[in-house]
């Protein structure tokens, strides 16, 4: 059995082994239940001391490219699933949480989040577990509710901060007035000596929306990440916006903006500040990022560093806002108010990324993203994207610096 159809099969076993709970008469020895079956399955006591919610995601993507996203510049082909998630949540007690998420199409670890949270501090929160680190507006908007079907390529940068990699950590956050802030400490699995041992990663992240509410917003937020891994590559790869190409089996094309240097820098943070407005059914936002790789005494002279930033415009033809949610800083969905019709919103994207060590090395890139979402109803959205990137200090094996792409995303949101 393949390791897909193995965690197909444990997700189907979970959501068969709910309907069986579900079966016949539902008795209960304290407060009444409220069972709510739209988006899912949630399940909590009236008294909302006990919640159960089951979900999940499906994305089904294709992609088509070719010049500078392909080894030989012809058009390559790439059809996969992006995400194919089985999500579990609940509350005991009032003040106990836990989140759990399945990732079924996984070639990694299928485990994507396992965390227990203390709620009873609020605004003060605790988790602990396998989460995403919270760092820029990007990274903690839900991928199901970023307005292009990939994040900006500024991830590219420095993937490790919002990257859990496996590992596991703490997180404190809170929301209070117009502010939310988060902390934590995580500790990869693949940061470790030849002694075995680990490394940490520090994440800050403060917001402040003087407005924060759908349709009347306006963001400013910063985050820092700090690494004290004693070694690393200092590798800087990118996809420049299209993932197809690691999807598919040959010809995709991952270009390098910094190359392996093993044993070259022993200091590595990420810096970003975060700007969003939006009014009614019109929506701006933009981020900047800087990452500084410190060389090592006695081992290279010169320090690497990574800058890049984004500017997006984004429309809701049918005049719906974008979600937002202080509780996170971040865009949440956009709810079509005509079930038939549904929503349609339509964006451009600018991304630049440079990265520079010395007179060694200056590499650029530049991406444009063009695309329309339609939001068919609560759970079903249709994107489709056209990307166009340039690059300047690399190429392909054959030399173009220049390469478009199509993608197409089929989302179902349960």
Known sequence: MSIFSARLTLGATALLGAVQVLAGTVTTDGADLV????????????????????????????????????????????????????????????????????????????????????????????????????????????????????RSVLNDLAPWVSDRDEGSGAQVSGVTGMFYGSASVLRPSSNKDADGKGANNYNLRLVFAPLARPGHVLHFGLSYAYSDAESFDGRIRTRLGVRGVSQTTHNGNRPELAPKTLGAFDGDSAASLEFAYAAGPFSLQGEYLRRQLVAKSGVSNHDRDATGYYGQLAYTLTGEARGYKLDGGKFDRIKAQDKHLGAWEVFYRYDHLNVREHDLLDNAAKVHTLGVNWYANDAVRISANYVKASSDGFGNAVGDQDGDAMALRVQYVF
């Open 35 to 150: 069972i709510k079956t739209k988006g899912g399955l949630e399940v909590a006591t009236t008294d909302d001391q006990f919640t159960f919610q089951i979900g999940g995601r499906l994305q089904a993507d294709f992609d088509t490219f070719d010049g500078l996203y392909t080894e030989n510049g012809s058009r390559a082909d790439a059809a996969y699933f992006r995400r194919s998630r089985l999500e579990m949540s609940g509350k005991a007690y009032g003040v106990w949480g836990y989140n759990f998420a399945l990732e079924l199409s996984s070639t990694d670890t299928p485990i994507k989040e396992a965390t227990i949270r203390y709620l009873g501090l609020d605004p003060v929160r605790f988790k602990v577990g396998r989460f995403d680190p919270d760092f820029s507006l990007e990274g903690a908007t839900s991928s199901k509710w970023t307005t292009a079907i990939e």
